[in-house]
């Protein structure tokens, strides 16, 4: 049981798009993800997503409307739902979800990230 | 479907220790919190639950030491653990942890807040 500092642990990685597992509750895992630039239209079928935003400004655009996220802002995107985040700067988020959840849903794409990679 | 700006929840309420709900993803509740001062002992004995600083430093007392968490800064406390938070200044705070989990957990307090109060 540490505590988790969020700067920190952004410093532990570069790579975008690919989340990092930093804390699990039950069965759910707190993820950090670095992002910029498009990702792929997606949607996860089983569970609900929460994003809030640490650091910079995200965009998730969904089938009929965009929402735009800035620091300090969540969203959370209903099972089912189709989205593609993007972000013109680089932006750094918070997910949580249950564990297991794989990045791009549905979808198999170059950005697909390799689940539970912890930092 | 409507992002949540936490800033602008806070300005919603000022009562202490009184969890307030914003989100809710599958069967779980994000929570904002303004505390001050003392909590009570108690313990959770069926979930884990997850503190967020936002804003200030917040404590959390354990029975063999204690945990100082700044703005940035998040903890799991496990299952069945026994803590009790405290506050110097007031701080606020974001939990999560599943719908319906009340906030003195095994114990009856003046302290004792309502469940599900929405903002």
């Not at 505590?3 to 989340?19: C, G, T």
């Not at 239209?41 to 569970?47: F, I």
Request: charged share 30%; glycine share 4%; proline share 3%.
């Amino acid at each position: 049981m540490e505590k988790i500092n969020f700067a920190s642990k952004f410093e532990q990685f570069d790579e975008l798009w690919s989340p990092r597992v930093i804390a699990q509750m039950n069965n759910y895992e707190f993820k950090l993800v670095k992002i910029k630039d498009e990702f792929v239209w997606h949607r996860h079928d089983d569970t609900d997503e929460v994003f809030v935003v640490l650091k910079g400004v995200i965009n998730i655009e969904f089938e009929d409307r965009t929402v735009e996220l800035n620091r300090g802002e969540m969203l959370v995107v209903p099972k089912g739902e189709k989205h593609k985040p993007f972000a013109r700067e680089e932006a750094q988020i918070l997910l949580v979800e249950p564990k297991g959840v794989t990045n791009t849903g549905d979808v198999k794409s170059h950005l697909t990230a390799k689940n539970s990679q912890w930092i």
